[in-house]
C-alpha cells in the first residue's frame, strides 16, 4: 500500500540532500548512500541529473548576495549532482550532524565532509539546514510523482 504522510513531521519528516558534482567524481555516491541506510533513514526519491544554472541560482537563492555566489553555482552545475529525498525522525537535523560543517576543516572525523573533505567549496554534499527549506528544496528538486512512498518493513526496529 502507499502511505502518503499528511504532514512532514515525526517519523515522516523529509530532508533534502544533494551529491554535489565532487563527491560524484570522487565516487563517494556509495558510501554516503550506505552511511543514510545504515542509520536507519527511508530513501523516498532519488535521480542522478547535470543540474541547470536557473535551477541552481534559485537552490541557492539565500546566498545570492555572497562572493562566491557565482563560482557556487558554477560548479554545482559542472557535473552530475544526485538528488535525493530521506525520511525519518529528525532527519533534517540529523543528516546536518551527519554532513559535519561547511567547512570541512571544521568537520569533526566521522561525518561526510570531515572524513572525505578539505576545502569549503568542494564539501562534497548538500543538506537542508532546516524543515522549511527542506520543504522548499524538495519542491524545486522533484515533482511530486518522483517521490516514492513505499512501506518500510524494518521501520518497526527503527522508531518504536
Ligand atoms: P551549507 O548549508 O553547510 O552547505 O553551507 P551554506 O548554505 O552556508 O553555503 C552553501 C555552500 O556554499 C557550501 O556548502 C559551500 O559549498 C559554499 N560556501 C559556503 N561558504 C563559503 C565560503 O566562504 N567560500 C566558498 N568558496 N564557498 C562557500
Ligand atoms: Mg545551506
Redesign the pocket.
Same mark, same amino acid.
Given at each position: 500500500a502507499h502511505i502518503f504522510p499528511s504532514a512532514w513531521t515525526g517519523i515522516n519528516e523529509r530532508t533534502f540532500l544533494a551529491i554535489k558534482p565532487d563527491g560524484h567524481q570522487r565516487r563517494l555516491v556509495g558510501e554516503i548512500i550506505r552511511r543514510f541506510e545504515r542509520k536507519g533513514y527511508h530513501l523516498v526519491a532519488m535521480k542522478m541529473i547535470q543540474a541547470s544554472e536557473e535551477l541552481l541560482k534559485k537552490h541557492?537563492i539565500e546566498?545570492r548576495d !555572497?562572493p562566491?555566489y557565482e !563560482? $557556487?553555482v558554477k560548479y554545482m552545475g559542472s557535473g552530475p549532482v544526485v538528488a535525493m529525498v530521506w525520511q525519518g525522525l529528525d532527519v533534517v537535523k540529523t543528516a546536518r550532524m551527519m $554532513?559535519g560543517?561547511?567547512n570541512p576543516a571544521d568537520s569533526l572525523p566521522g561525518t561526510i565532509r570531515g572524513d572525505f573533505g578539505v576545502d569549503?567549496?568542494r564539501?562534497i554534499i548538500?543538506?537542508s539546514?532546516s524543515r522549511e527549506s527542506a520543504q522548499r528544496e524538495i519542491t524545486l528538486w522533484f515533482q511530486p510523482h518522483e517521490i516514492v512512498c513505499w512501506q518500510d518493513n524494518a521501520e518497526k526496529w527503527i522508531n518504536e
Open positions: 541557492y546566498l !555572497r562566491f !563560482r $557556487l $554532513l560543517e561547511t569549503i567549496s564539501n548538500h543538506g539546514d
